[in-house]
């Protein structure tokens, strides 16, 4: 009415409808988004492919889980590289936080994408196929044609011929049956368990690196060399898991009897073989060994541990006769700079017997210590800066057929009461630089042959032994590792194997369509595969045959131009 005004809205509401987001919506819409762009499949996959990137720097660059020196000497080579290198944790790879960070984003993201799909695919189950459409002939399979049977009797036999198929049947107008079917769900749950797998592959690696442990330890295979697996500090290195602490390691001892290795005629080993004889923990307390051949590639098995042939070298024996007629004989592994002929270089120390000398501090100046190579099969040439004709050595051949070795023999203090630590491999350059570990000669020796130094000390070869690195691990995952790859295969074929397709059939008579005389039945088919590629053409044809023989017409070429378009 024209004598009326309308009351102006409170200034409170007003402003109340206004106002934007509240405070938390606008701190959640970011917290949302990040979450949904990580859980997505297109961000597993990056990640995914992010890893298989970050591990090949483990496969490039020497790790320092399983070789400590290589990586030293990596960084010696490389001056600039290496310390860099060491600064991104390229030399521990697989425990960097980088690594770490990829893998620990992959797994979330799996998790994240794969929750939601898992309740899509439930709820998928329990829908009911999506009615015909209206008109069959824009999909991009077709047939229809006459059957001799009437609506109800062609409905049962289109039933039996969809057996195996998730079906529906709907009553049209005019009397007219409408199936729906649909088959394939297994495409998806192949998918989702193909996922869900690689989640368990990722959790099982996880569980093994935390509650696993891996060592290695070089024995000489003189027959003597025997190896229990007490605690870290009998293996030459050693990488626990971030639960183990080393206390609780599975007890079991071993020996090396023998080693055996077979090389080409190019020299090229062929097999590792060594036999030795072992105790699992419930033989420890009755002293009952048991034979194994240890081959490359065939581990022993005991207590859960895996016990790995990983590789030999060799070990040559000096004998150091003293002035007072004392001996030291010691025999050490040598590390092989090459790896074909196995020419090989190390160090060893000799303490004077107690007594030799008046004080300690003597007694350090009077250590004997080596330093130079050993050769299997030994051949002298000579060289531009070789002090004379024919004393450089060399090896030709990998096998122990003719050994020998170039030295430097000292006398002096070799810093190992220093404290600091040092290669077992080499001398410390240090103390020969500071004069405190003086050169007393250069000789090439053959087994039995010495070098007397200025006192009386005889320094003898005696000559050389094999040694074996074995390797020991322990993962407890392993198994469920490997049942996680095998489900997380079987989802991936499956997935990749079953189509996801949909087929209608009207069954409708003919005298209300006025086809075939009026008289006869009419059968229309339809199909639809969710992802259309070879092989579901020729199942709709089959299906089509065995529905309406040879009788049925189709127009596959235009109609499914049409619904393409």
Not at 373 to 397: I, K, Y
Not at 513 to 541: K, Y
Request: net charge negative; charged share 20%.
């Amino acid at each position: 009415m024209s004598g009326q005004t309308q009351s102006p809205e409170p200034a409170g509401k007003a402003a109340a409808g206004r106002r934007g987001p509240s405070v938390w919506l606008r701190l959640w819409a970011p917290i949302r988004n990040t979450w949904r762009s990580l859980t997505s499949m297109r961000t597993a996959l990056v990640l995914l492919f992010l890893l298989a990137i970050a591990a090949i720097p483990g496969a490039l660059l020497p790790q320092r889980s399983l070789n400590e020196q290589a990586v030293g000497e990596y960084k010696a080579e490389h001056e600039i590289l290496g310390p860099l290198f060491e600064s991104l944790q390229m030399y521990e790879v697989f425990g960097s936080f980088w690594f770490t960070a990829i893998y620990v984003l992959l797994f979330v993201s799996l998790i994240g994408c794969i929750t939601p799909r898992i309740g899509e695919f439930a709820r998928a189950l329990r829908t009911p196929p999506v009615r015909a459409p209206r008109r069959l002939t824009r999909l991009p399979h077709h047939r229809q044609g006459p059957v001799d049977g009437d609506v109800e009797t062609e409905t049962a036999r289109a039933r039996r011929a969809l057996r195996g198929w998730r079906t529906t049947e709907r009553t049209e107008p005019g009397g007219t049956v409408a199936i729906s079917a649909e088959r394939g769900y297994l495409r998806e749950a192949g998918n989702l368990v193909f996922h869900i797998a690689l989640v368990g592959v990722l959790v099982t690696v996880a569980a093994g690196k935390i509650f696993g442990y891996e060592g290695n330890v070089i024995i000489v295979a003189d027959g003597d060399g025997e190896f229990c697996n007490s605690s870290p500090a009998a293996y030459d290195s050693f990488r626990a898991g971030l639960n183990v602490d080393g206390t609780a390691l599975h007890p079991f001892c071993l020996e090396i009897e023998d080693f055996a290795a077979d090389y080409l005629p190019n020299g090229q080993a062929e097999m590792f073989t060594s036999n030795i004889r072992y105790q699992a923990e419930e033989d420890l307390a009755s002293g009952t060994w048991h034979d194994y051949r240890l081959r490359v590639n065939d581990p022993l098995r005991v207590d859960g541990a895996r016990v790995y042939l990983q590789g030999h070298g060799f070990a040559p024996t000096f004998t150091v006769t003293f002035p007072n007629g004392e001996t030291r004989t010691q025999t050490l592994q040598f590390v092989p700079e090459e790896a074909v002929f196995f020419l090989s270089s190390g160090a060893m120390v000799f303490d004077p017997p107690a007594g030799m000398y008046p004080t300690a501090e003597d007694a350090r100046r009077g250590q004997i210590a080596l330093e130079g190579l050993f050769a299997p099969t030994a051949d002298f040439v000579s060289a531009d800066d070789a002090e004379e004709e024919g004393t450089l050595l060399t090896s030709v051949a990998p096998m122990m057929n003719d050994p020998a070795v170039a030295i430097d023999v000292y006398r002096g203090d070799t810093g190992l009461d220093s404290g600091r630590s040092q290669s077992i491999f080499t001398l410390d350059q240090s103390m020969i630089d500071n004069g405190r570990l003086v050169k007393q000669d250069r000789v090439n020796l053959r087994p039995g042959e010495s070098v007397e130094l200025g006192d009386g000390t005889v320094l003898t070869f005696d000559d050389g032994e094999e040694w074996v690195n074995l390797q020991v691990s322990y993962d407890p995952a392993q198994f469920w590792v490997l049942v996680s790859t095998i489900v997380m295969m079987a989802g991936l074929l499956v997935s990749l194997a079953i189509r996801r397709r949909r087929v209608w059939i009207r069954i409708r008579p003919g005298e209300a369509s006025g086809e075939a005389g009026g008289n006869s039945t009419v059968m229309e088919i339809g199909g639809l595969a969710r992802t259309d590629h070879a092989g579901w053409g020729e199942e709709f044809d089959r299906l089509s045959v065995r529905l309406l023989g040879e009788r049925s017409t189709h127009d596959d070429g235009a109609d499914s131009a049409q619904a393409r378009r």
